[in-house]
């Protein structure tokens, strides 16, 4: 260890305020960079879900107007597409 | 050696591998980075000129180092975009401008705070923080670059072309402290020479220089699986990954 006590390891011979504000901002924007591309990365993948989703129900509901007797197996046998899944945002 | 390099270009071979590697980019990135600065913080001994102050360099010197790495890997991007059509290449420079953006704000930052107790002043405008505030701006040029073309073949090769004309602001950031007569110190690191500090001084800079490229390594794979998704979201592979979660 380099410094006797805490309160000389925060003052650094007075040159405690350039320092840890260094490391303050350094570790600071680290911090929102990383939280920031994992986020977006989760984002990315949550549009992608919500476009195959709605794909799914738009096909889906195409089929059943289009064919009156198919129609009656559409209903009888959903489709797992159709199943919404509440994902929170977090 | 062709097929590797065909390989290499496919985003779904990207997304698979970097799935697999990125965690362990981040966990040896943080040990590295965490220890470096510890080390150096607490533990390394005093600079007999600068005092203290001098423990700005266990930052100060990664993020400079690594503000340059990154902008000569988008070159190298670049060329790889221009003559291959490769679209990973693009996808990376997207990726890690603005990382690189505020690595060179950090390294801009960190040395600003390091001048005023040594040098006496912020700022001033000498050949090394003249050339690396022309890089800051350059990192801005190619991401505002990026935003403005819509079409995505024309945005990479003109973010391609910016990149390969602002690599030649790497060599003179690299000797600018010898070219000229600055007030910036000579490099830290060496590749030919033994550095001059003494081992409890430059091994906890090493650590936290490995850590904070490992970092930036899980930060590009993080960054270009995203741009990756947006970019393939009709492929079969996205959809299987999204629905299922594998690659």
């Keep these: 260890m380099a410094f006797d006590s805490f309160s000389a390891f925060m003052a650094m011979e007075g040159h405690g305020p350039y320092v840890w504000s260094c490391y303050a ?52 046998a959903p489709s797992a597409a159709f199943e919404r899944v509440d994902v929170s945002q977090d | 050696m062709w097929q590797f390099f065909h390989k290499l270009g496919s985003p779904k071979w990207f997304f698979g591998i970097s799935t697999r590697f990125a965690p362990w980019f981040l966990t040896g990135g943080m040990l590295l980075l965490v220890t470096g600065a510890v080390w150096g913080l607490a533990f390394a001994p005093t600079d007999y000129l600068q005092g203290d102050s001098y423990r700005i360099i266990f930052i100060h010197v990664p993020t400079a180092m690594l503000a340059q790495s990154v902008y000569i890997m988008m070159a190298s991007a670049g060329v790889v975009t221009l003559v291959w059509r490769m679209k990973l290449a693009d996808v990376f420079v997207k990726a890690v401008a603005p990382v690189g953006l505020v690595i060179t704000f950090l390294a801009l930052f960190t040395g600003a705070v390091w001048g005023k107790p040594t040098w006496g002043t912020w700022w001033i405008w000498d050949a090394r923080l003249t050339s690396m505030l022309i890089l800051l701006f350059l990192y801005g040029g190619v991401i505002a670059l990026d935003r403005a073309i819509n079409d995505e073949k024309s945005a990479a090769r003109a973010v391609a072309v910016l990149t390969l004309v602002g690599v030649v602001n790497i060599p003179i ?14 490099a830290t690191f060496k590749l030919t020479e033994k550095p001059s500090m003494p081992a409890e001084m430059w091994v906890p800079l090493l650590l936290s220089v490995l850590g904070l490229y490992l970092i930036f390594g899980w930060l590009a794979c993080v960054r270009m699986q995203t741009e990756i998704l947006c970019r393939e979201q009709r492929s079969r592979w996205v959809k299987e990954f999204v629905t299922t979660g594998r690659v």
């Design chain 1, 25 to 76: 901002m350094f570790f600071v924007l680290m911090m929102v960079m990383m939280v920031w591309s994992v986020r977006s990365r989760k984002a990315a993948i949550e549009s992608c879900r919500r476009g195959y989703e709605f794909q799914a129900g738009k096909l889906h509901g195409d089929s059943i107007e289009s064919s009156s007797e198919k129609s009656k197996v559409a209903y009888s």
């Design chain 2, 173 to 186: 950031i690299k000797y600018s402290v010898e070219w000229w007569n600055t007030l910036h110190q000579p």
